[in-house]
């Protein structure tokens, strides 16, 4: 197989206001454009540069389709039907001249090369922000205007994103694609897999300004500095309680519309977060993840850990506000403040 190196990306020209093709109405054609796409479309008048672009162009009008003869998926052009073909195949033509990653795509290629030069062409009108990718901007710009036009079949569930639709997908199917080498637990996602695998390696290379606590995640050490400046941006529309994190918000907005789209294999007991699944299988299982380093005992929430670890610490944070006595656990003193109130456990 032939490998095409490629070391450097010369800036593409966007233009928006022609969609990216280079072509206006027929009214705007100007004599260099028809000398230069002479073969015109006669249903919206697109111009190409080549009789075979205009042929496969035309499909989309007439609706006809390609057929792939490995998975029997539909395609309105030839050229997305050889492209896809490639992902049976699992060619890769394209090279990387700087860190030899292949890609099945040229354009695929040309975006990866700017994560090397850190070239952002397209950027938000709305507020700025640049972009590496053309189809990164577009999901971006949805954040502006709300628009989440992938709906999920099963529950109505709505995404900006084809990908954020097809993780969504595998809570119904409990499809887990993805599998850790070390230990062979399998994931939903991509992203599920790395943050699992960094549990192997225990390497957390963020680190919090403030108090030096690490994270494997730059997106966990976001949400932890939020912590020390309080702020939280997320705001649920119906009943106004904020989080700090997007995805807070989310499982909260489940306790109002009901949802539980996690479903427990064995026991079919349904739930609203993943987070929470996880802890239920554990159930089932038996599997006691979190080790105190002082005594060595071991629980299946890292919730439970740490309220443990202040029995090492003597760490007492939760206080009475009748008796000022402290506790080092919430259900210590919800169990203490019936003392006062002679309700009896």
Do not use: W
């Amino acid at each position: 197989m032939m490998l095409l190196f490629i070391t450097e990306v010369v800036p593409p020209v966007v233009t928006m206001a022609t969609n990216g093709m280079g072509c206006k109405g027929a009214e705007g054609h100007s004599q260099e454009d028809l000398a230069n796409r002479p073969f015109q479309c006669e249903e919206c008048d697109k111009g190409f540069t080549e009789l075979r672009y205009l042929k496969n162009h035309k499909l989309t009008h007439t609706g006809e389709k390609f057929k792939c003869d490995e998975c029997s998926k539909l395609f309105s052009g030839l050229g997305s039907l050889r492209r896809h073909k490639k992902t049976h195949t699992g060619e890769k033509p394209f090279m990387c001249g700087k860190c030899s990653k292949q890609f099945s795509r040229l354009c695929h290629l040309k975006s990866h090369m700017r994560t090397h030069t850190g070239e952002k062409p397209y950027k938000c009108e709305e507020c700025s922000r640049q972009f590496s990718d053309q189809g990164d901007l577009k999901n971006h710009i949805r954040t502006h205007t709300g628009e989440k036009p992938y709906m999920c079949e099963r529950c109505s569930m709505q995404f900006r994103q084809l990908g954020g639709l097809k993780r969504h997908m595998r809570t119904h199917t409990g499809e887990k694609p993805y599998s850790c080498e070390e230990c062979h637990q399998q994931f939903a996602s991509s992203t599920g897999l790395r943050t699992h695998e960094q549990t192997h390696s225990n390497e957390k290379p963020y680190k919090c300004e403030e108090c030096s606590k690490q994270f494997r995640q730059l997106s966990g050490l976001r949400a932890h500095k939020r912590t020390h400046s309080g702020e939280k941006p997320y705001k649920c529309e119906v009943c106004c309680k904020q989080f700090r994190q997007h995805g807070m918000l989310k499982v909260h907005i489940r306790t109002h519309t009901g949802d539980k789209p996690y479903r427990c294999e064995k026991c079919g007991r349904q739930f609203s977060s993943s987070s929470t699944l996880r802890t239920h299988i554990r159930t089932h299982t038996g599997d006691k993840p979190y080790k105190c380093e002082e005594c060595g005992r071991q629980f299946s929430q890292s919730g439970n850990l740490k309220t443990h670890m202040r029995l090492h610490t003597g760490e007492k944070p939760f206080s009475c506000e009748q008796c000022l006595q402290r506790f080092p656990s919430k259900a210590g003193l919800l169990f203490h403040k019936r003392t006062h109130t002679n309700e009896k456990a």
